[in-house]
């Protein structure tokens, strides 16, 4: 390839989203700015065939280019030789953590399992109207676990989880256990078995709610997490209830046991909907917690514990829970 000019071009790095799960009506995306230079749109019209690198198999490119209509696309101004590989790491890491905060946000997974470099028009020769992917990375192929809801991605989701992408940038070890939780994120939005999924779920609960010492522990994350997500008494007392089942359930999961997420057990589609609502708990404390500083260095400091101690007292008045 012949040398071009040093002058800073536009590369991109695209990843594109698989329908798999979630027919065209039910994402409407006519371009989305996340933040960081990361932009969820419709398939850019030069991500081609042509261009995928020569020993992706057929198939595998024309799922690539046919079968999906959206696409994580992060822009970059750098020199004729490209990004260098800490900013094509950096570029990944943006969109995945894009992704994160779109599934804590509004319970979506955009699925995709390529990242490419696209080269800049014209440094691809002789051909100068192809845009040549330069470089990839090819993931494990991921599905939402189990069962398929009906969502659509509101403008109150995208505003909450361009917010979310500040934050996850950002987050450290050091940030204990919402970094935990925010971990566990990533694995949750990608497992396909839905007894795994619930396993994973409750990783992060039980890292954020559950008390210092083990005592009660059932108890005391699931009365800790009701009245985290709901201070009104009445309904964090039934919010409890549902909670304790959840629990229950993780607890016969991890111990061996045979729960309604296995499928030929009679009570699967009491088990399946106790399933997610275990994972809207999980997404929506989350949240709450990574767009709040006040939360944020609360669950991270030693007075985590002293904070949740304090819950019942905060509530509005009523009957014990």
């Known amino acids: ?139 494990l192929t991921v599905a939402h676990p189990d069962q398929v809801r009906e969502l659509q991605l509101e403008s109150e989701h995208v505003d909450r989880a361009k917010a979310l992408l500040d934050v996850l940038l950002k987050l450290s070890q050091d940030d204990g256990v919402l970094w935990i939780a925010l971990r566990m994120a990533s694995f949750v939005a990608d497992e396909r078995q839905g007894d795994i999924a619930l396993t994973l779920c409750w990783v992060a609960l039980e890292a954020l709610f559950s008390p210092n010492d083990p005592g009660e522990t059932s108890y005391q994350t699931s009365l800790r997490l009701a009245l985290f997500l709901e201070p009104d008494r009445d309904k964090a007392r039934a919010l409890y209830r549902r909670v304790k089942e959840s629990y229950t359930m993780r607890s016969k999961v991890v111990h061996g046991r045979m729960s309604g997420l296995v499928k030929k057990e009679t009570d699967t589609e009491k088990a399946e909907a106790l399933f997610w609502e275990t994972v809207g708990w999980f997404r929506e404390s989350t949240c709450r917690i990574a767009l709040s500083e006040t939360d944020r260095e609360v669950f991270k400091s030693k007075g985590r514990d002293d904070y949740l101690l304090e819950l019942p007292f905060k509530s509005s008045a009523g009957g014990g829970v």
């Open 1 to 139: 390839m012949d040398e071009l000019p040093a002058e800073q071009q536009t590369w991109h790095t695209v990843a594109p989203v698989y329908t798999k799960f979630f027919d065209e009506a039910a994402v409407s995306i006519t371009g989305v700015e996340l933040g960081h230079q990361v932009r969820l749109q419709p398939k850019p019209t030069w991500f081609e065939e042509d261009g995928l690198p020569p020993w992706i198999g057929y198939f595998q490119k024309r799922r690539l280019v046919e079968q999906g209509w959206l696409a994580f696309v992060v822009e970059r101004r750098v020199g004729s030789k490209g990004p260098t590989e800490e900013q094509q790491r950096e570029d990944k890491r943006k969109i995945q953590l894009a992704q994160i905060a779109l599934w804590l946000t509004s319970g979506i997974r955009l699925d995709y399992d390529h990242v490419f470099l696209v080269e800049p028009p014209g440094n691809f020769l002789p051909k100068p109207s192809v845009r040549q992917c330069k470089s990839w990375q090819s993931l």
